[in-house]
């Protein structure tokens, strides 16, 4: 079990690593592409420029015709002009949505991938309980969203392993039947506290096979509680 939690934290502390980085990577690179698009576009006061020179080069453009041609080019100048300012801001609003997508991008595949280790090490662990809940007024055990009716013996039983995990202990038998019976542990037998684990064992695994393998369907009969897809025999 300890083991397992450390597994367990590793590799949530590995997948974030990897999420960071992988965040990291994508804003860095999408910003150098930025920043590579953004200098290598036209200058917007470009033609402006050109329209000005010509103004300065060509005095000897006195003509009505001339004239009013410089000013056409001008007016073409201011529109390239404020067309190349909302070119800059498409683009930019475009490099933030790709960055948006492909971080989602990233985490999905992340998450999918955690999902998928998840559910391996379920399938090669079998049940995995995810909570415990004992009932002592109604004498039931709680595993996960299933619940077993015990015996006063067996819930007794349960509680003492219960009460050891928590505070991280291990229990001989003798000890078991000595926090049972009340009796000093020297004045116990070893055989007891093992039987009492017999009978827990029996009575939880019986109702756990009735419950996930082998149903008792009322009035019909038994049949397994499996896909039949998943059946091999050899």
Known sequence: MHDSNWSAAD????????????IIAIVAILALAAVFLFLNLP????????VERI??????????AEIKLLEILALSGTAFSETLGSYRVVIFVLLVFATALLVAALLFLVMLNTINRRMAQIERSGIQISSLLISREEKTVYLNNMDFKLTDSALETLSVLAEARLDNEMLTGAEIEAMISG???????????ATRIKRLRDTLGNQ??????VKNIARS???????????KMI
Not at 221 to 231: P, Q, R, T
């Open 11 to 22: 590799l949530r502390r590995s997948g974030g690593h990897v999420v960071v980085t992988g």
């Open 221 to 231: 009969g038994y049949m397994l509680a499996i896909d039949k897809d998943v059946i």
């Open 208 to 213: 756990m096979v009735s419950e996930l393998l």
């Open 55 to 64: 103004f300065i080069d060509n005095d000897n453009l006195t003509s009505d």
């Open 183 to 193: 009796r000093p542990a020297a004045d116990c037998d070893e055989a007891a506290g």
């Open 43 to 50: 200058d917007a006061n470009a033609f402006n420029a050109r």
